[in-house]
């Protein structure tokens, strides 16, 4: 049996025939990525423990880990950053494609657009064996260096009709992407808070959109297809999209004892808290208190007196009322206002970090393929007669 069985191997389809609600629990096929909550080893991106990477990598060590699967050494990152610094630029059809989306889109519809006519720009060539004739990395490559760009490239045209170079000369994804975005090189710290944060986004196992991108690609399609099929996916509220919504409830409040009530009248209506639970992580979300340290010392910086406690009160509320933790997406909402970047970019970067994780899954995928086409357990209408249209009652 290949790695990845299509669902045949799971526990719910040999022991129950029961469906699990939204798959929870089922293995759904192995990985040699990551561990999520796996009791004694919590996140470890292909071994090493989220904590050790967050506090001494950097994102492009990470990518390269987990496209790879080791961590490079100095000459091997240091030609790597060169090459996504070659990989930057967006092709001229793109930059038109770009131009013609309105500013008010969403910038995770600009990213799926962008992702979807790259692949018509620079196709991959052979999907028909599941093996790209290209290099194996050079597509999760171009897409790791090239989303900032797309990002910023459509954001500056739409807000005031320039057309900026969007070809930098920072060293990092991040640095890159703040240069691009406040128009000016950004200092150490912010640079640095944004590279972590991009480490712990950039892999999480079967997470929905990963799902996604595997099934895709376990169709034989092609690299672009099944990124742009995960970012349609991260979109949603309950997955990446939290971190926007998460935002959205912090700034409503002016106060921590304002987030104390209106928070409580929230949970009197039943409503669910963006930021807060998780469907694998039971007792705590590891990447949480690693952001939630840097959210607090850019809010220190910054000598916020509002969103911090505002953050801090929303989270004990919860946990006291509900029982539930933060998950990576509620302090990253504080720590990426500090930085200065929009909430609807918010998303984005999410996207930013889990390219490297999708692509990284897609290839696994593809080196041990199965269709995955898991079957539905039916509750719909008996057999009954088909009835002609004419003796068809309104
Ligand atoms: N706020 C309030 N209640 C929540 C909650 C939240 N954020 N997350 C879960 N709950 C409650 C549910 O209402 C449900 O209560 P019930 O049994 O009384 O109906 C219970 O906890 C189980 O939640 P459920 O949605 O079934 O869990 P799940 O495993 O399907 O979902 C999430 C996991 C992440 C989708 C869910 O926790 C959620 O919607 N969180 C908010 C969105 C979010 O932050 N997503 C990013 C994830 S990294």
């Not at 909550?37 to 919590?42: L, N, T």
């Not at 309105?102 to 889109?105: I, T, V």
């Not at 200065?340 to 970019?345: C, D, Q, V």
């Given at each position: 049996m290949g790695q990845h069985a299509g669902f045949e191997n799971s526990p719910i389809a040999e022991n129950s025939g029961q469906a699990a609600e939204g798959l929870?629990?089922?293995?759904a096929g192995r990985t040699k990525l990551s561990t999520v909550?796996?009791?004694?080893?919590?996140l470890t991106y292909r071994g090493y423990s989220i904590e050790d990477l967050a506090a001494a990598a950097t994102f492009e060590e990470v990518a390269w880990l987990l496209l790879r699967g080791e961590l490079p050494n100095a000459a091997q990152l240091s030609a790597y950053r060169d090459l996504l610094k070659t990989q930057r630029d967006l092709p001229d059809p793109l930059k038109v494609v770009l131009e013609q989306l309105?500013?008010?889109?969403h910038p995770m519809d600009v990213l799926r657009t962008g992702c979807s006519a790259l692949g018509t720009l620079e196709p991959e060539l052979d999907i028909s064996t599941g093996i790209?004739?290209?290099?194996?990395f050079k597509i999760a490559d171009r897409l790791l260096a090239v989303f900032p760009s797309m990002l910023l490239y459509w954001h500056a045209y739409s807000t005031s009709g320039r057309r900026i170079?969007?070809?930098?000369?920072?060293?990092s994804i991040a640095t890159h992407f703040l240069h691009l975005l406040h128009d000016r090189p950004t200092d150490e710290l912010h640079a640095r808070v944004l590279d972590a944060s991009l480490i712990l986004y950039a892999e999480h196992e079967f997470n929905a959109s990963t799902f996604t991108a595997r099934v895709a690609a376990s169709t034989l399609s092609d690299f672009y297809s099944a990124i742009t099929a995960a970012i349609g996916t991260l979109r949603g509220p309950l997955h990446g999209g939290a971190n926007e919504a998460a935002f959205e409830l912090i700034s409503r409040f002016d106060s921590a004892e304002d987030a104390e009530r209106g928070v409580m009248e929230l949970l009197s209506h039943k409503v669910k808290v963006m930021g807060f639970g998780h469907r694998v992580y039971?007792?705590?979300?590891?990447r949480s208190d690693i952001i939630q340290r840097w959210a607090k010392r850019l809010a220190d910086e910054t000598a916020d007196e509002r969103l911090y406690p505002v953050s801090e009160c929303i989270d004990q509320v919860i946990r006291r009322e509900k029982g539930l933790f933060p998950n990576l997406d509620f302090y990253s909402a504080s720590a990426y206002h500090f930085l200065?970047?929009?909430?609807?970019?918010f998303t984005p970067i999410f996207v930013f970090a889990r390219t490297a994780g999708w692509a990284a899954h897609v290839l696994e995928q593809r080196a041990d393929n199965r269709l995955i086409r898991p079957s539905a357990e039916y509750d719909g209408p008996g057999p009954r007669a088909f009835v002609p249209i004419e003796r068809r009652v309104s």
């Open positions: 929870a629990g089922v293995v909550g796996k009791a004694g080893h919590g309105p500013g008010d889109a790209s004739t290209d290099a194996p170079d969007v070809c930098t000369d920072d060293e039971r007792s705590g979300d590891p200065g970047i929009p909430t609807s970019f």
